[in-house]
């Protein structure tokens, strides 16, 4: 089975502009969720997708924004871009068969390299 | 609200050494635990998980990690180490069963194998 592709890996933008990254999940994994990794914050939460609704967030501002298509692959957006923006993207699939099932791992893609300048 | 810490941001052992990589979480529900590793330019790799049953788990690679709910910890372990070792590693909590992709992660330890 192939592994979480994400595209593009690298990518340079200047500020105020704005990216789109993509995600394509594990062939049946319906759950997509991103991160962003950085030096000073880590690793942290962005959103996650199931079915091509947004089911969970996290803290960041409205200028990250994020969709899935009715195939799974997941898209995410940064408006206006900021200095601060510079991070690797993490994308992570995983099957979801129902809350009953229990937890199901999350896989990671190799991330986007976003540098703002 | 659920939390990670990770002990240490850089960890050095020698060739062969037992490798010791601490995490405590933090978390007002039963948790799911998670060691993740990620080698330079690449995403993360899940070691091994802690979600119900057997408090001591068994990975990849030879690591294990016991979920210890009175101290709230989930330490990894390795009894030799190898240079292949050398990697980031990441604690990480979620919890409850639903699902809902989320995971909280420690701010990681460098661990570096001296030769």
């Known amino acids: 089975k192939a592994g979480v592709t994400q595209t593009p890996r690298y990518l340079i933008k200047t500020r105020g502009q704005q990216v789109t990254l993509s995600c394509s999940p594990i062939?049946?994994?319906?759950?997509v969720s991103w991160y962003q990794q950085t030096p000073g914050q880590g690793l942290q939460f962005l959103f996650e997708?199931?079915?091509?609704?947004?089911?969970n967030k996290g803290n960041f501002p409205g200028r990250f924004s994020g969709r899935q298509f009715s195939n799974s692959r997941s898209e995410m957006n940064v408006s206006t871009l900021e200095l601060g923006d510079s991070a690797l993207y993490l994308c992570?699939?995983?099957?979801?068969?129902?809350?009953?099932?229990?937890?199901?791992?999350?896989?990671f893609g190799p991330g986007t390299r976003l540098t703002v300048l | 609200a659920q939390s990670v810490t990770q002990l240490g941001s850089h960890v050095s052992v020698s060739e062969g050494a037992l490798v010791l990589l601490r995490c405590n979480y933090s978390?007002?529900?039963?948790?799911?635990l998670f060691w993740y590793v990620q080698y330079p330019n690449q995403g993360l790799q899940l070691l091994l998980k802690?979600?119900?049953?057997?408090?001591l788990v068994k990975g990849i690679n030879g690591f294990e990690a016991e979920f210890k709910k009175s101290e709230t910890s989930f330490h990894l372990t390795k009894p030799s180490a190898h240079m292949s070792d050398a990697a980031e590693y990441f604690c990480?909590?979620?919890?409850?069963?639903?699902?809902?992709?989320?995971?909280?992660f420690g701010q990681g330890t460098t661990l570096q194998v001296k030769p």
């Open positions: 997708y199931f079915s091509e609704t947004q089911r």
């Open positions: 992570a699939s995983s099957f979801y068969g129902g809350a009953w099932q229990g937890y199901n791992e999350q896989f």
């Open positions: 978390s007002s529900v039963p948790p799911y």
């Open positions: 990480a909590v979620t919890y409850g069963s639903s699902n809902t992709g989320k995971l909280i």
């Open positions: 062939s049946g994994h319906r759950s």
């Open positions: 802690y979600t119900t049953g057997a408090t």
